[in-house]
């Protein structure tokens, strides 16, 4: 234990630490998140309020420093400063991991720039924690918040929707119903799961359908995890295209290319992409 401690004296000095915070529950904290929390000179807080309850649990007596989105930039040519001076500089984010959905990426770019260590100390994760319940596939893309422009939001959720995995987003309560008709448009034939105030005394877990998804109920608080699973495919698919879709090929051979094509198809029908692809071909033989 003491070699241990004189081996994180000799590290600790001129790098930066990202220091993950509880999600919900103040005892989802590490032992070395909080030792090195302790030893910081300062402490960069996305709001130093709501980081305060968790420094003053653990006695945490740090100087603090706010670092949020609106000062980010500001902040930079300081703590690069207070760095190469030689103070244990530790970044912390409201809950979670700093630079994930939260500030922290501009220091980070610029402690690589100046040839500054980033050491990160891991701990909770909305992501990993709604993915490891979810019973999807454990390869998955993490999205982050939902934009605050539906037609950025739109074309993301089009070209998501081809992603053959699990796919994680945040997004907030007063956003989620707003969202549900664009959701089962583009994930129609999944599974989702909705995590509300996870590692909290009410936190709720829904399961369903995405064609299924109903309305949450308006007041709501706390930010949302949501999980949509990977492509569930049907044993008892169609192996051969119906006349609908033989007519869609004849219009769109010449307008579209062979993958737009099977990809319109694909969104609405469960079907192989070969048997798509034999009759666009076939068709483009006889044009």
Do not use: W
């Amino acid at each position: 234990m003491i070699e241990n401690l004189k081996s994180a004296n000799r590290v600790f000095k001129k790098s930066l630490y990202l220091v993950s915070t509880p999600i919900g529950n103040l005892n989802d904290i590490s032992l070395r998140a909080i030792e090195t929390l302790k030893r910081s000179d300062y402490i960069l807080c996305e709001d130093t309020r709501i980081s305060k309850n968790l420094l003053e649990k653990y006695q945490i007596k740090s100087n603090l420093i706010a670092n949020h989105k609106f000062n980010e930039k500001r902040n930079v040519v300081k703590i690069i400063k207070l760095i190469n001076q030689g103070s244990l500089i530790s970044l912390i984010s409201d809950a979670g991991t700093p630079g994930i959905s939260d500030p922290g990426s501009i220091l980070v770019n610029e402690c690589i720039k100046n040839n500054i260590n980033i050491i990160p100390i891991p701990g909770a994760s909305a992501v990993i924690s709604a993915v490891s319940i979810s019973g999807f596939s454990e390869k998955f893309f993490f999205y982050g918040f939902f934009p605050e422009k539906d037609k950025i939001l739109k074309e993301d959720l089009e070209n998501l929707s081809k992603l053959n995995s699990s796919i994680v987003f945040f997004i907030s309560p007063k956003k989620i119903n707003k969202n549900i008709p664009l959701i089962k448009k583009n994930f129609i034939g999944r599974k989702i799961l909705i995590c509300r105030e996870m590692t909290k005394f009410y936190e709720e877990y829904k399961r369903s359908k995405v064609e299924d998804l109903e309305p949450l109920k308006s007041n709501l608080k706390g930010e949302l995890t949501i999980v949509i699973s990977e492509k569930i495919h049907d044993k008892k698919a169609s192996q051969s295209l119906d006349e609908s879709d033989k007519r869609l090929v004849k219009a769109m051979i010449n307008k579209l290319s062979i993958k737009e094509i099977t990809d319109l198809i694909i969104r609405k029908n469960d079907i192989s992409k070969k048997i798509i692809y034999d009759y666009c071909l076939k068709i483009k033989d006889e044009k």
